[in-house]
């Protein structure tokens, strides 16, 4: 069952203190959920306008006449409601009048947010308070919608709201970051960094003129992280970045391992010039020109070194990728490419530091973590036919990061 939660603002009351916003949760099931997602679209409002607008009009039916600022001063008790509602008594002989309320702040429809839900905190409205915010970013079982897929609208969160309170602010922040996300999932760390910047060092206060900056330092330090930490790194090497759930972590890790499968399959083509050639020409006459480069001519062995770069780095990030996610990739979810060749010996030698080859009794691997590095291992062999001058210069143009993350621990 889905939690609907009311925040309904009450007038003052001079006889006792009230809380600014009186906050109302309850359940419902998927069909309610979806009574209320339907009737609150066709009246052009929010699911919270909507019950306040059901409400009045119950009101209204069964008590008419009755201020309900006179229930709130316990001047109205259930007996009483109950004789309204079945016209056993009138308003007039309750005889109320004597303290008249004070008047009420007129609502508009368009302002109330009253049932904060995970698509109402994802679209743009009106600034929440910290308290609400709190609650939405609880743990489903304390009532709140708190998983990898929530998110926060920047409209929703001023930047002085958050409180010193790593959980919550750190969730808070984690769904402002999500609704930043580009349209493949990625959040880059610079998103994460100014959101930290916007929201967050206003938490400082607490400490002395002198220590602010020592103070701003280890705000930013602290939210970071703790941000990070509800996120899912980017596995490339030379990308500072998130993904916001962990099947599109998956995803890139399937990708990857599908990667190593086509680098394999190119070993033989991309490593020698003359076969690459006329895998080109080849495709150029299926793409229906006819003009053939002379084998000489330099703008061809350009093309073929870029080629061959790019082979080259995504050998590498691959690598990487499959060594730092090992464990990940052992699991049953990936689908295996089989692989096109391996010496069975060498490529146990190759798989820093596994004894094994983790392959089945039909030479299938066992693990896509297998696959990957079977397919890695036919590559790099293949790049270690190249000529000593070439490889120098494939290697000399490449990403410092990337190398760096490539080598053996």
């Known amino acids: 069952m889905a939690a609907t939660t009311d925040s309904v603002t009450q ?20 069909q309610g959920n979806a009574q209320l997602d339907a009737l609150a679209a066709l009246n052009d409002c929010s699911q919270g306008a909507l019950l306040r607008s059901l409400v009045d009009e119950a009101f209204a039916e069964q008590f008419d006449d009755l201020d309900p600022r006179y229930i709130d001063q316990d001047r109205v008790s259930v007996e009483d409601l109950q004789a ?73 969160v001023d930047e002085t709201t958050l409180k010193a309170s790593h959980r919550s602010a750190a969730r808070i922040l984690t769904g402002l970051a999500r609704a930043k996300a580009y349209e493949n999932g990625i959040v880059p760390q610079d998103t994460i960094d100014e959101l930290v910047e916007e929201h967050c060092l206003h938490l400082t206060n607490r400490v002395t003129d002198d220590e602010q900056e020592r103070g701003k330092a280890h705000i930013r330090e602290t939210y970071t992280s703790l941000v990070a930490d509800h996120l899912y790194e980017n596995p490339s090497p030379t990308a500072k970045s998130y993904y916001c759930t962990k099947s599109q972590l998956q995803e890139r890790l399937q990708a990857e391992v599908d990667t190593a499968h086509r680098l394999a399959q190119q070993a033989d083509t991309i490593t020698e010039f003359e076969t690459w050639k006329r895998n080109e020409e080849r495709k150029q006459e299926r793409a229906g020109h006819t003009s053939v480069s002379n084998p ?19 050998i590498l990030q691959a690598k990487h990728i499959g060594r730092t996610y090992a464990t990940e990739l052992r699991r049953d979810e990936y689908d295996i490419p089989t692989p096109n060749t391996g010496d069975e010996t060498d490529l146990n030698a190759d798989r820093d530091g596994e004894n094994a080859s983790g392959a089945g009794e039909d030479d299938t691997p066992a693990t896509a973590f297998d696959a990957l590095y079977e397919h890695l291992h036919t590559a790099r062999r293949a790049f270690g036919t190249l000529s000593a001058d070439v490889k120098a210069e494939v290697i000399d143009g490449l990403d410092d990061a990337l190398l760096a993350a490539a080598r053996p621990n």
């Not at 309750?94 to 905190?121: F, I, K, N, R």
């Not at 308070?129 to 998110?151: F, H, M, Q």
């Open 84 to 156: 309204l509602a079945n016209d056993e008594i009138t308003v007039d002989e309750l005889e109320l009048s004597a303290d008249t309320p004070e008047p009420v702040a007129e609502y508009e429809s368009d302002s109330y947010y009253l049932t904060v839900t995970p698509d109402d905190l994802a679209e743009p409205g009106s600034e929440l308070e910290w308290e609400t915010l709190r609650d939405a970013v609880a743990n489903p079982e304390d009532g709140g919608y708190w998983n990898d897929d929530l998110e926060i609208h920047e409209s929703r």
């Open 296 to 314: 000489e001519d330099e703008t061809t062995r350009e093309q073929w070194f870029f080629d061959l770069h790019q082979w080259v780095t995504e």
């Open 11 to 30: 007038p003052h009351h001079p006889q006792r203190s009230q809380p600014k916003n009186v906050q109302k949760t309850f359940w419902t099931d998927g």
